[in-house]
């Protein structure tokens, strides 16, 4: 018995479409992120009212209202001293859009729940899941402000890392976990691999490729929040170095990792490489193994896309993280990721009978 048992493929098909509308969504929430982050904009907002926040200024006296809760901030005072009315209501809108968009996405998938159950389509199970997806979208919400706190802190002009990167991490979570089910779903039966053997280790090898490329966004995640990308903007050395100088000057040396520019940016830079590297030998055995036509067409699209995000991150670096290249750098690593997801779930029967 499966969470899908009695749902028919008209069923699924529809169910599956509502989820992976939902996984587009989060993608949009990835770039707003990205861009609110890179122009200064997620600290712009100063209370965190998940209701009636919807509703924007309306008046002047409300604009007022917003703009002095906003002077009162180090980010103001250190960064936007004398910045007008009519700055700070262009970085508040993209704020505002920012979390209204995440307002959309629970009606979507509270909406579509309610709908989906009303009509008997869903299972038991199903619904349960859902559920829980719900409540991680409303912690997500929290953790969210969690970070944004962060910033207002004394000389403070920015979210702390750490937070940042577990707001993030707590969105790809959700990300990955509703497009598994969402493939789940339109596909309950796994393909006939005809070399079973061959499907294992290239399942095995998209396995370890998937958790680099987790470790690589985590990274890319500290080079975001400790603005890392706006030093050593040269590849492939930094600074005319390989490892570069200063990498362990900080004291414990795992603080390093999170804390310290030089060596933030190296190991983003160490791992997407290697994360490259795996995802092509992953490609290799994929396509030289006879495979389902959806699994072969999945690793090769993965390929693709590493390609791509590679690409990406070293033109970020050399234009020194303009906002465009930065919110599209992001935003592809999370499509990577789920490229990888769905070469795993194309390859998932690899891993019963013998």
Known sequence: MTVLDGMT??????VSAWLLSICVMLLGMIALGGATRLTGSGLSIMEWRPLTGIIPPLTHTQWEHEFALYQGIPQYKILHDGFGLAGFQQIFWLEWIHRFWGRLMGVNLLGGL????????LTRG???RLVVFFLLGGLQGAIGWFMVASGFR????????????LHLGMALILY???LWTALSVRFPYPELLPDRMGARRTRAALHAALGLVGLTIVAGGFTAGTHAGFAYNTFPLMDGHLIPEGYAKL???????IANIPAVQFNHRLLATVTTLAIGLTVFLGMKTKLAPRAHAAVALLGWAVLIQYALGVTTLLLVVPAWAGTTHQTFAAILLG???FAMHTLRGAKRGR
């Open 9 to 14: 493929l008209r069923d699924r098909r529809h």
């Open 114 to 121: 309610a709908f989906f159950a009303a009509r008997r389509v």
């Open 126 to 128: 199903l619904i349960l």
């Open 154 to 165: 004394p000389d403070s002009t920015a979210v702390e890392p750490v937070r940042l990167v």
């Open 176 to 178: 990955v976990a509703i």
């Open 251 to 257: 004291s414990p040396f795992w603080y390093n990792w």
């Open 339 to 341: 490229v990888g997801v």
